[in-house]
């Protein structure tokens, strides 16, 4: 029975569940039927303002406030690197095997690459960009002359990996956005590409789709940002045969080669 219990759980984590409704588990294919009414028991969500550290409990605006103080006095890339890595304050942070920063030239880039979240492989191994998408993203940048090794630098802008692989609530996504505009600060590239949906809006400050947002020039603090797919949606889609999808993400890329020459 013990195992079978940590098999559930395992599941539960798999899919993404990482938060419960009540403090207790509640049977519901034993409900009563009462009348022909079914008493059921009331279940009331609770959003976690406040995230708890040692006993003690902070509100995200305060952690917003706390990484905003942090990265007002690093003075270089390398400092905020070790500044991000012992943060603590991000509720995912708990949940996750890896703190994932990014991975490239540090120097004055021709090319930042903002994506999503880390993925399983680099959770577990604490590589950037290791596994499938960045297999993918190094074929990507290889088709257009660039790599990681000479002039760009890829980074995901939510460091830890949500249970299951969901995105990151707002909230969550407040307690980091400091270092993402920090980082890109440091780096000074030439071209941003933002790929994925979580990216593209959070560097633009918009809330629009990416389907309306990809392969369109638009701007941020001077630096031209072309949004395209994320590299899950395309490597997806290449195995599903849906050839259009990674078509409109070539073309995007080929943007960026042109942008860059």
Not at 23 to 47: A, H, R, T, W
Not at 62 to 78: E, G, L, P
């Amino acid at each position: 029975m013990e195992n079978s219990n940590i098999d559930i759980l395992e599941f539960y984590v798999g899919a993404g569940v990482d938060e419960t409704y009540n403090d207790v588990p509640f049977n519901f294919l034993s409900l009563k039927n009462n009348g022909g009414i079914v008493e059921n028991k009331p279940i009331q969500k609770v959003f976690e303002e406040n995230f708890k550290v040692e006993n003690n409990l902070i509100s995200i605006s305060q952690i917003h406030k706390m990484a905003m103080d942090i990265c007002a006095n690093v003075a270089s890339f390398d400092e905020l690197e070790n500044k991000i890595k012992e943060f603590d304050y991000c509720p995912l942070k708990v949940k996750s095997s890896s703190t994932i920063i990014g991975v490239g030239n540090k120097v004055n880039p021709d090319l930042v690459v903002l994506t999503e979240i880390p993925n399983a492989e680099e959770d577990k191994s604490g590589i950037a960009f290791s596994g499938d998408t960045g297999e993918l993203l190094n074929k990507i940048l290889g088709a257009i002359g660039l790599s990681f090794q000479t002039n760009v630098f890829a980074m995901p802008v939510m460091f830890y990996r949500p249970a299951g692989g969901r995105m990151p609530t707002a909230e969550e996504m407040d307690t980091v956005k400091p270092f993402v505009f920090k980082a890109v600060e440091f780096l000074k590239p030439k071209v941003i590409l933002t790929m994925g949906g979580l990216p593209s809006s959070l560097i633009l400050n918009v809330s629009d789709t990416i389907v309306s947002l990809r392969g369109k020039w638009a701007d941020y603090n001077g630096v031209p940002v072309m949004p395209t797919f994320s590299l899950q949606y395309i490597l997806n889609a290449g195995r599903q045969g849906l050839k259009e999808v990674r078509l409109k993400a070539w073309e995007d890329v080929q943007e960026v080669q042109k942008r860059l020459s």
